[in-house]
């Protein structure tokens, strides 16, 4: 079983819905995180979570929330869908502690077309 | 699969061949590197990585060569196969103690029969 999932792969929704990304992990790492991914870019980060209590934005959390259910669980959620909101996104892991040394796991991405 | 990194550089190489990919990070006070291959449809997947105290570290097949004077990495592949064939980006860990990482664009690696 994959370590780090993602549900769902691939969601097309239309400008002003709700979507909900779900990214569960059995590696038991405290910190998550929630990157997107365009063509021609590198990953940007847009919310990070050192623990269930810690909720941190990224570089590019306009438009996004999210919610750390448990330390397994952590949500991505667009309030008001918008188009340039199509993406590839990532959810990722890493242990905790403040290791400057930590390399982080990724599930295998959501495709986010937004018509 | 999905496809990313559709305007991305490319390097083609014959299979067999050894690959260089470089990268140019942005932080002087990055400490930790690491390269990740990204294969169509799947997520990004740790190759190799680098502490700013080493200036070369050796995997299976792989090779990271870190020059801190120019802000330079590279990644060697050695004996290129067809399964190399994927999306290589490298991520620095700047200077905000493990919150993120800033990651390049990418280098898509095209392995030739």
């Known amino acids: 079983d994959a370590d780090v999932t993602q549900t769902p792969r691939n969601r097309i929704t239309k400008t002003g819905k709700r979507i909900m990304l779900e990214c569960s992990q059995t590696?038991?790492?405290?910190?998550m995180y929630w990157y997107r991914q365009d063509p021609g870019l590198g990953l940007r980060l847009i919310y990070y979570s050192f623990d269930v209590k810690d909720i941190n934005k990224g570089e590019i959390s306009d438009g996004y929330s999210v919610s750390r259910q448990a330390q397994a669980k952590f949500s991505l959620s667009l309030e008001s869908a918008i188009p340039n909101q199509t993406a590839l996104y990532f959810c990722?892991?890493?242990?905790?502690?403040?290791?400057?040394?930590?390399?982080?796991?990724f599930g295998p991405g959501t495709r986010l077309t937004v018509l | 699969g999905e496809s990313v990194g559709l305007h991305l550089p490319t390097l083609s190489v014959q299979e067999g061949d050894n690959s260089i990919i470089n990268c140019a990070y942005s932080n002087s006070a990055s400490d930790y590197f690491i390269w990740y291959k990204q294969e169509s449809g799947k997520g990004p997947q740790f190759i190799i990585d680098i502490r700013s105290n080493m200036d070369k570290r050796q995997g299976q097949r792989v090779t990271v060569l870190l020059n801190k004077t120019v802000k330079h990495l590279s990644l060697q592949i050695a004996a290129t196969q067809p399964g190399d064939s994927a999306v290589y980006f490298c991520?620095?860990?700047?200077?905000?103690?493990?919150?993120?990482?800033?990651f390049g664009p990418g280098t898509r690696l095209s392995v030739l029969p």
């Open positions: 990722a892991t890493s242990p905790g502690g403040y290791d400057r040394y930590n390399e982080q796991f």
């Open positions: 991520a620095e860990n700047g200077d905000n103690y493990g919150q993120n990482f800033v």
């Open positions: 590696k038991g790492h405290d910190r």
